[in-house]
C-alpha cells in the first residue's frame, strides 16, 4: 500500500515515514501543497494523511484539488486544530477521517487500516469560479479549501450566481429563488441580501465580487 504524507514538521514526518514503513506501507512525503500537488498528478496513492497547516497554504484546499483534477482520494486529516467546528468542516469536505495532534502512531494505524477498508470516496459535484467552491450536495461553500458561512437567504443568492457565473441573473429570479415564486418583496429585501453577502465575500477574498447590472439584476465576477 502506498501513503502520501503531507506534513511540513519535520520531526513528526520522519517518525510517521519510519513507523508506517516499518508496517509494511510505502510512504512518499510532501513537505509543501506544490509538492503535494504534483506527486497526486503523477503518481497513485491508496491513502493521503493530509495536514492542514503548510507553509504555502491551507491543506484542506487539497480536497478541491483532488476534486477537481478527478483523483478521488481516501483522506486523513492529521492537525492542531481538533474542536468540533474543524472536525466536522474536514468530515464534510470529503475526508474520510480526522485525528488531532498530538496522537498515538498506533492509533493513527489503527485509522489508516480503517480507511483503507473504505471506498474511494464518489465524485463530488463541486462547482468552480475562481477561488469560489460549492459543493452542491453539501450545499457548502469554500475558498481556497476556507468554509464560507452563509444564512440561508444569502447562500440561496450565491447559489442562483454560481449558476451562471460570470452572466447576469436577474432580480426575478434571485426573488424567486431566495422568496419563492408567490411571496410580496419589499424592493430593498434582495439588496440587503446581496449588500451582506458582498461583506461576507470581501471578508474571504477580493478576487470574487457581485457586480450590479443596473435595473437588471447581478453577475458574480472574477478579478483572477
Known amino acids: 500500500m502506498r501513503l502520501l504524507l503531507i506534513e511540513d514538521d519535520i520531526n513528526i514526518a520522519e517518525t510517521l515515514v519510519a513507523y508506517l514503513e516499518k508496517q509494511g506501507f510505502v510512504v512518499d512525503l510532501a513537505p509543501t501543497l506544490a509538492i503535494a500537488k504534483t506527486a497526486i498528478l503523477e503518481n ?4 493521503v494523511l493530509l495536514d492542514r497547516l503548510l507553509p504555502d497554504g491551507e491543506g484542506m484546499s487539497m480536497l ?11 483522506v486523513i486529516l492529521l492537525t492542531a486544530l481538533g474542536d468540533v467546528d474543524d472536525r466536522v468542516r474536514g468530515l ?33 459535484d ?37 449558476a451562471r457565473p460570470g452572466s447576469l ?12 415564486f408567490d411571496k ?20 474571504h477574498t477580493d478576487s470574487i465580487k457581485i457586480q450590479t447590472v443596473r435595473g437588471m439584476g447581478y453577475s458574480l465576477v472574477s478579478g483572477e
Open 44 to 47: 497513485s496513492f491508496d491513502l
Open 169 to 180: 441573473v436577474t432580480r426575478e429570479t434571485l426573488e424567486s429563488r431566495v422568496y419563492g
Open 126 to 162: 463541486i462547482k468552480t469560479f475562481g477561488c469560489l467552491h460549492y459543493d452542491v450536495e453539501s450545499r457548502a461553500f469554500s475558498i481556497d479549501g476556507e468554509a464560507l458561512n452563509l444564512r440561508r437567504t444569502e447562500a440561496l443568492v450565491l447559489e442562483a450566481l454560481m
Open 92 to 124: 464534510e469536505a470529503g475526508a474520510h477521517d480526522y485525528i488531532a495532534k498530538p496522537f498515538e502512531p498506533r492509533e493513527l494505524l489503527a485509522r489508516i487500516r480503517n480507511a483503507l477498508r473504505q471506498p474511494m470516496k464518489a465524485q463530488r
Open 184 to 203: 410580496f418583496v419589499t424592493s430593498n429585501s434582495l439588496e440587503s441580501q446581496v449588500s451582506r453577502l458582498r461583506k461576507n465575500l470581501a471578508e
Open 64 to 74: 478541491a484539488f483532488f476534486t477537481e483534477h478527478h483523483r478521488p482520494q481516501r
